[in-house]
Every structure is written in C-alpha cells, then in structure tokens.
C-alpha cells in the first residue's frame, strides 16, 4: 500500500503524486480561519487519491475553539482523526493533533502525563499513527536562540516505542519544518511530511512510502 504524506503546508497547494492514501499531518493554513479551511478543503478534496485523511495541527485553530464549525467545512471524502482510527484497506490508521506547549497555537499541552494520557488513547494494535508533533528524538531538531535543539514529545517517543514491539509499520508527522525526511528505527518508518521551510516557502516535495 502507498502512503502520500504531507503536512505543514500552510495554505500552499502543490503538486501531489499518486498512492492508495494521502495524509496531511496538520497545519494545512496559517491561523485556522474559515476562508483558510475552506479553500484547504475543496483542494485536497479535488485530489483523485481514494482515501484521504487529516489530522489538524497547531495553526489549524478553528478545530479546537470551534470544532463543530470546522467539521461542518469537511468535505465527504476526507477523514478527519482526533484522538481516533479509523480502518482503511484493513490497516488500523490514528490520528492525534497533540503536541507540547507552543506558543498560544491550538492543541497544545505540557509536556508529561497530560500528554502522556493522550498518547495513551493509541490502540495497542494501530499500524499507520499520524500525529503533528514528532516524537522527541526522531526528525525533530531545530534551531532557536538556544540552538540546535529536539522538539519533539517525550512521552509519545516512549509510546511509539512501546507500539513499534506491535504492529506499528509507519508514523507520519510533521511540525518541525527544518526535520524534513524519512527514518526507519525499531522496525518502523517514521516521516516527516513538513513541505514549508522555515519562512513557510513549500520547498519541500511529498514523501512516498510503500507498507
């Protein structure tokens, strides 16, 4: 099965290869208003790709201060996962929108059991996890005024490895733009799906890979 993995696109719509699933990892725009939504939507909807999933992220603000009005914007063909799976050509495929503390942007927590217990509603037996923040570790560095640093999320770090001893084949995410790429450790590829650098120009292209 091929996996089309975006994310980070921020209001940019760029060129997307074919696969059996196309997952958007979150940050589709740039402050989550309707107008930015909308226009995300009817594009990645128009995407011939059979299944298409997404996952919000941080700037996708209108899925935590108003989610009823941000799903009533989804198109039918797109699956929207929220601390949920769904089942797709028997895969078990979850998606969280989680990350640590950032900022004032959405879906944000601090860092230990709080996100731990998020981390904890992944069913043992999932073989695709979609999350926006990447684990911490694993195609997660940036650079700040403290230099080069790991982003990531402990405590999904310790449940991915947990998940890798499963089923996991494959986790996307994205959050990171500078972490742009493709990992394989414990059995399992890990991709970071950012397109946008870090002044949000889509430099970047899809990543493809087959499970």
Wanted: proline share 5%; charged share 25%.
């Amino acid at each position: 099965m091929r996996l089309v993995c975006i994310s980070d696109t921020h209001n940019h719509q760029i060129e997307i290869p074919p696969g059996d699933i196309l997952i958007h990892a979150g940050d589709a725009t740039n402050t989550g208003t309707i107008d930015e939504l909308q226009n995300f939507f009817i594009w990645f909807s128009s995407l011939p790709h059979e299944h298409k999933i997404f996952v919000a992220g941080n700037h996708d603000l209108l899925f935590e201060r108003d989610k009823a009005r941000a799903m009533s914007l989804l198109d039918d063909g797109i699956i929207y996962l929220e601390d949920a799976w769904v089942v797709v050509n028997n895969m078990k495929i979850y998606g969280s929108p989680w990350q640590p503390v950032f900022y004032e942007w959405a879906f944000c927590l601090p860092r230990g059991e709080m996100l731990a217990n998020k981390w904890k509603l992944i069913p043992d037996d999932v073989e695709i996890l979609i999350t926006h923040c990447p684990p911490y570790g694993i195609l997660d560095k940036a650079s700040d005024e403290r230099g080069i640093v790991n982003e990531g999320c402990e405590e999904l770090k310790r449940r991915v490895e947990i998940l890798s001893r499963n089923k996991l084949k494959a986790h996307i995410f994205g959050h990171i733009h500078e972490a742009n790429g493709v990992l394989e450790k414990y059995g399992v590829k890990f991709v970071n799906a950012s397109i946008c650098d870090e002044i949000n120009l889509p430099t970047r292209k899809p990543i493809v890979i087959d499970i």
